[in-house]
């Protein structure tokens, strides 16, 4: 068999560069794109880590309509925050990964801590108090 036949017997002419070609003909799957569990299993099986996500983000906005306000947002910010530690430690996630791997966790985790920290802060009574956040409002508003 030459260098430029395959398996099934059609040549096909060898890139000779490591270039993208100008016009592409669909989209590469990111990084980590691939099935979560094996083909034959179930939808659901295959994509239990995006399913994990949205399940925790789902049962922030139900506690969030139940009016517990600090807990609902802490669900979401926290799923945010899973979904990152998934796309880090599993190789692959299903169509929790979007983009790089890099970016997808730099997203996911940035969004989870802004959304925790926000969730801390929330008045009456916050949990977490930073006094130059105060200094800065007070600045910008006068």
């Known amino acids: 068999m030459n260098a430029g036949a395959h398996s099934d017997g059609v040549s096909r002419p060898q890139r000779l560069t490591r270039r993208f070609p100008l016009i592409t003909k ?12 094996p083909g034959d299993a179930p939808a659901p099986v ?13 049962l922030g906005l139900l506690v969030l309509s139940l009016d517990a306000f600090r807990a609902g947002i802490l669900l979401i910010g926290l799923s945010l925050l899973a979904g990152a530690v998934l796309r880090r430690v599993l190789p692959s996630v299903g169509m929790l990964a979007v983009r790089s791997r890099f970016t997808d966790m730099a997203t996911y985790g940035g969004l989870g801590f802004v959304i925790v920290m926000l969730a801390l802060m929330i008045q009456p009574k916050p949990w977490l108090s930073l006094p130059f956040l105060d200094d800065i409002v007070h600045f910008t508003v006068r």
Do not use: E, M
């Not at 295959?46 to 789902?58: E, M, S």
């Open 26 to 37: 669909d989209t590469a799957r990111p990084q980590g794109g691939g099935r979560a569990a």
């Open 46 to 58: 295959r994509q239990w880590p995006l399913l994990t996500v949205i399940g925790g983000v789902a």
